[in-house]
């Protein structure tokens, strides 16, 4: 069933005056279908109102336990000092031109396949210098 399905769905039985509970995360069909709104954060109650008396960011920091603003903090302007760099680091028929330029304060991340098997993988290998690259 799609949403826009569901929604019309519910819609119906609404009218209908069919009491319907809708458990979701995806807070703009929430705020479109329902009239009250009950957050429940670990298994109690924090929260019910009418839905046209709240917004998504009420309901979010109501989940999380906190403001939004904190459950996603800005982000850091300037980075620290260079922790790691490669530049076209291959290894021939497992990777190739790898590219990375990590900073202090900074999360990275690489995928692929080869992910997986970390610390395993070539190139992870490569790049901590535990194998040699082949440039």
């Known amino acids: 069933m799609t949403s826009s399905t569901c929604s019309a769905l519910i819609r119906s039985l609404r009218t209908e005056g069919v009491l319907v509970i809708y458990v979701s995360h995806r ?14 954060k670990d298994g109690r109650v924090v929260g019910e109102m009418p839905t046209a008396q709240t917004t998504p960011d009420e309901i979010v920091r109501l989940m999380a336990g906190r403001r939004l603003d904190q459950v996603f903090p800005a982000r850091r302007p300037n980075p620290g000092p260079r922790l790691l760099a490669t530049e076209g680091l291959t290894r021939a028929g497992v990777f190739a031109d790898v590219t990375l330029d990590v900073k202090a304060g900074e999360s990275s991340a690489c995928s692929g396949s ?22």
Not at 31 to 38: L, N, P, S
Not at 114 to 133: D, Q, T
Request: a neutral charge; proline letters at 8%; one cysteine or more.
């Open 114 to 135: 080869w992910a997986v098997a970390a610390p395993k993988s070539p190139s992870a290998c490569s790049a901590l210098s535990a194998r040699r690259p082949e440039w």
């Open 27 to 40: 807070l703009e069909e929430v705020m479109q279908i329902a009239d009250r709104v009950t957050v429940i």
